[in-house]
Nanobody, 122 residues
Framework: VQLQASGGGLVQAGGSLRLSCAAS????????MGWFRQASGKEREFVAV????????YYADSVKGRSTISRDNAKNTVYLQMNSLKPEDTAVYYC????????????????WGQGTLVTVSS
């Protein structure tokens, strides 16, 4: 599986962005898809994950209520809608795929996209 993340950019605090992650291959719906982020000088951290069917989701407390993960299996794409953005949301955002279920640990994911930079100005 090859993943290509996009949609990052510069946004003011309080604004919104929608990240997309396009996947190759015909088995996209068999993968749980996660979003992670890594701020400069910090470890990669979990943001959200969605099951293969899209029926189950889980969020980090830091984004819960402000972000929505969704997927369109017909388009082999997963999305992360982020609202009410804060400067502390500034990071490179990565999408990842796993067959191991809804995991929050980066080590449980098998495939990673290249990352897209989100910068939130105050």
């Amino acid at each position: 599986v090859q993943l290509q993340a996009s949609g990052g950019g510069l946004v003011q605090a309080g604004g919104s962005l929608r990240l997309s992650c396009a996947a190759s291959g015909r088995t996209f719906s068999t993968y749980a898809m996660g979003w992670f982020r890594q701020a400069s000088g910090k470890e990669r951290e979990f943001v959200a994950v969605i099951s293969g069917s899209g029926g189950s989701t889980y969020y980090a407390d830091s984004v819960k209520g402000r972000s929505t993960i969704s997927r369109d299996n017909a388009k082999n794409t997963v999305y992360l809608q982020m609202n009410s953005l804060k400067p502390e949301d500034t990071a490179v955002y990565y999408c990842a795929a796993t067959h191991r279920g809804l995991h929050t640990m980066p080590g449980r994911y098998d495939y990673w996209g290249q990352g897209t930079l989100v910068t939130v100005s105050s």
